[in-house]
């Protein structure tokens, strides 16, 4: 449900010229999708004002209609008149007082030469010539990697995070869970055989050394592409959520989804006695919230046939379906007995990423049962 944040009422939703927007039936302001204000004001002033937001650090504006975080609040110049825009970079939205809307910049309209009566081969002449440069303008719009590391994993088939919601914090807790897993890995390699059978989590024996291998086996890995795949997730979504909702939290949320998982690889795994490990359960947790709490973040996979690439970028929350179907598909292989990938771990990691972010929507919930205090609500102008 969106809240007005001047008013702290819900918000009527209604269909506009430019597309859909979402009104306060007290104040009269205005919530609406970043891509919306895209195709009203001109190009120049939209790029500005987003890099505007997503570069402040210190938001002061009205509590976003959709996560209820503070907005940044950035100036659009028009007419010697200042409108302070209230954009929240996270959820791709901006709000509007009641007449700041109409306030701000319009892209002027194209202008559309009077018609001539040509011949057909001139005709067809200029059609080629539109067919052409809408060819050239999809292939200079294709969207790539704003970082060149970004190819690296690309090339081998990883999921690349082309526009994510900004930081407004250092994850100290996603960097240093990525540096203890490394060290650990590093540490194992002198024998690592014996630690994975000592400190590994085996479904015949869960609770071995008081339960200690629930969490041991999260820090261990059976080798380096291993190692690099877990940590290559943790690091591009596990910063986003760690700094969406607090370090205890998302801690929580590491070691629940991880036991969780490793609880339900016991369950159904038919290979009671191999030891299993790796941090795929937690991180699968922090990738369902990821990809529930920011839906609309942009994700980009690169295809490669030979000499031929292509990227192809879309929503999060499609790229989280498209994960968890691959992983019904390979629990089924598990349970099998085919697949030595822990696809169960994964969906038991997964519930518990899912829940926790509907619990960290419903926070009053969440705070009557941990006793956390909620700040008042207030208005800002």
Not at 315 to 323: D, H, S, T
Request: with cysteine; aromatic share 12%.
């Amino acid at each position: 449900m969106l809240l007005c944040p001047r008013c702290n009422v819900p918000l009527k939703g209604s269909r506009t010229p430019q597309g859909t927007a979402y009104f306060c039936p007290q104040c009269g302001g205005q919530a609406t999708s970043w891509a919306v204000v895209r195709s009203r004001a001109p190009k120049s002033i939209a790029i500005q004002l987003w890099q505007q937001a997503r570069e402040q650090k210190d938001r002061h504006g009205g509590a976003c209609p959709l996560c209820h975080r503070p907005m940044a609040v950035v100036p659009a110049v028009h007419n010697e008149r200042v409108i302070p825009i209230d954009i929240c970079p996270n959820c791709y939205l901006a709000w509007f007082d009641r007449t700041e809307w109409e306030a701000l910049p319009h892209a002027p309209p194209p202008v559309t030469p009077p018609e001539k009566e040509l011949s057909p081969a001139a005709r067809e002449a200029i059609a080629r010539a539109k067919i052409e440069q809408m060819a050239r303008r999809e292939a200079a719009d294709e969207d790539l990697p704003a970082e060149p590391w970004q190819w690296i994993p690309a090339l081998f088939g990883l999921p690349v995070e082309v526009e994510g919601p900004a930081l407004r914090s250092i994850p100290w807790l996603t960097w240093g869970t990525v540096a203890a897993c490394v060290l650990v890995f590093l540490y194992s390699l002198q024998n690592l055989q014996v630690f994975v059978e000592q400190l590994g989590f085996i479904p015949a024996q869960p609770f071995r050394l008081g339960g200690l291998t629930l969490l041991t086996s999260f820090f261990l890995h059976g080798g380096l592409f291993h190692l690099i795949g877990n940590m290559y997730f943790l690091l591009v979504f596990g910063d986003n959520v760690e700094d969406h909702i607090g370090r205890w939290f998302y801690l929580a949320l590491l070691v629940l989804a991880h036991v969780t998982g490793s609880l339900f690889h016991a369950l159904g795994d038919p290979r009671a006695d191999i030891p299993c490990v790796g941090a795929s359960a937690g991180i699968s947790g922090v990738i369902v919230f990821y990809g529930l709490q920011f839906p609309n973040a942009k994700l980009g996979i690169l295809f490669r046939y030979f000499v031929y690439f292509h990227w192809l970028r879309f929503p999060a929350i499609w790229g989280l379906v498209a994960w968890i179907i691959l992983q019904v598909i390979m629990a089924y292989s598990q349970l099998s007995g085919v697949s030595e990938v822990s696809a169960l771990a994964h969906l038991g990691g997964a519930t518990v990423g899912m829940m926790a972010w509907i619990l960290w929507k419903n926070q009053l919930l969440l705070a009557s049962w941990f006793g956390i205090p909620q700040p008042p609500r207030r208005m800002e102008n």
